[in-house]
């Protein structure tokens, strides 16, 4: 694993997310190694995402996130965005939530669709969450940025 994204979790943080990911799953991954788990796959997907639109409220970070891979790109879907929300305390994240905007939920259940019309491959289930996953790992990497910037 690139970097050492782990660093910025407490040993008991929990990411959640919003739809799950992964069909029949509840969407949490509890604890530094589960979320390592769904760190490698992000990484072996090459995927991209940019937060934007940051708040700091007390222990709280708000952000918009943009992700794109290339699965997403292949199926026509271009981006997704998210909401991104975390809590820090002592300087870790102690758990955060990624939910997928209503908007780009519509357009995956598009592109989903259009799949067996298409001809296309099936839509692997790991591509979508990456999809998802991909925006923890840039958030946590820019957490450091944030907190320089909060008083």
């Given at each position: 694993?690139r970097?050492?994204?782990r660093s910025y979790?407490?040993d008991?943080?929990v990411?959640?997310f919003?739809?799950?990911p992964i069909?029949?799953?509840?969407?949490i991954?509890?604890?530094k190694?589960?979320?390592r788990?769904?760190?490698?796959?992000?990484?072996a997907?090459?995927g991209?995402?940019t937060l934007?639109?940051?708040?700091?409220e007390?222990?709280?970070?708000?952000?918009?996130?943009?992700y794109t891979d290339?699965?997403?790109?292949?199926m026509?879907?271009g981006?997704?965005?998210?909401?991104w929300?975390?809590?820090?305390?002592?300087?870790k994240i102690q758990?955060y939530?990624v939910?997928m905007?209503?908007?780009?939920?519509?357009k995956m259940?598009?592109?989903?669709?259009?799949l067996?019309?298409?001809g296309g491959v099936?839509f692997?289930?790991?591509?979508?969450?990456?999809?998802?996953?991909?925006?923890t790992?840039?958030?946590?990497?820019?957490l450091?940025?944030l907190?320089?910037?909060?008083?």
């Amino acid at each position: 694993m690139r970097g050492n994204a782990r660093s910025y979790l407490s040993d008991d943080a929990v990411l959640t997310f919003i739809p799950p990911p992964i069909p029949g799953d509840d969407g949490i991954f509890a604890g530094k190694e589960e979320i390592r788990g769904w760190y490698q796959g992000l990484i072996a997907a090459n995927g991209v995402s940019t937060l934007s639109d940051c708040q700091v409220e007390g222990e709280t970070v708000t952000c918009l996130n943009s992700y794109t891979d290339a699965d997403l790109e292949g199926m026509g879907v271009g981006s997704l965005l998210f909401e991104w929300v975390a809590t820090i305390r002592d300087g870790k994240i102690q758990g955060y939530t990624v939910t997928m905007t209503p908007e780009s939920l519509a357009k995956m259940e598009v592109a989903m669709a259009a799949l067996p019309e298409t001809g296309g491959v099936a839509f692997p289930s790991y591509a979508l969450a990456i999809a998802l996953g991909g925006l923890t790992l840039v958030g946590g990497l820019s957490l450091a940025m944030l907190r320089r910037r909060s008083p």
